[in-house]
Nanobody
Framework: QVQLVESGGGLVQPGGSLRLSCVAS????????MSWYRQAPGKERELVAA????????NYADAVKGRFTISRDNAKNTVYLQMNSLKPEDTAVYYC?????????WGKGVLVTVSS
């Protein structure tokens, strides 16, 4: 079955960096786009970044442009989110997502807390 497992979250000070990873299994990874979403307390889940199956044409939410970078390693079935210059408003649970075989699949999420 399709599984997405995120890792790399934690507590970081404002201005710091984190790299999230999402390891995928149960589907042909290099055939599908991948994306990262986040959900802050009391807010709706929102798209953070997305990347095509070949790794090109990434797109980003305006709030993270210039600070976050999405990438993927198809040999490792892994998608990454490099987050730099983190702000307190980046605090959220971050989710990995793909749309495969006609439906959406989500990871369980990883908590990122930006606080001094």
């Amino acid at each position: 079955q399709v599984q997405l497992v995120e890792s790399g979250g934690g507590l970081v000070q404002p201005g710091g960096s984190l790299r999230l990873s999402c390891v995928a299994s149960g589907f042909i990874f290099n055939l599908y786009s991948m994306s990262w979403y986040r959900q802050a307390p009391g807010k709706e889940r929102e798209l953070v970044a997305a990347i095509t199956r070949a790794g090109g044409s990434p797109n980003y939410a305006d709030a993270v442009k210039g600070r976050f970078t999405i990438s993927r390693d198809n040999a490792k079935n892994t998608v990454y989110l490099q987050m730099n210059s983190l702000k307190p408003e980046d605090t959220a649970v971050y989710y990995c997502k793909t749309a495969a075989y006609g439906r959406d699949y989500w990871g369980k999420g990883v908590l990122v807390t930006v606080s001094s």
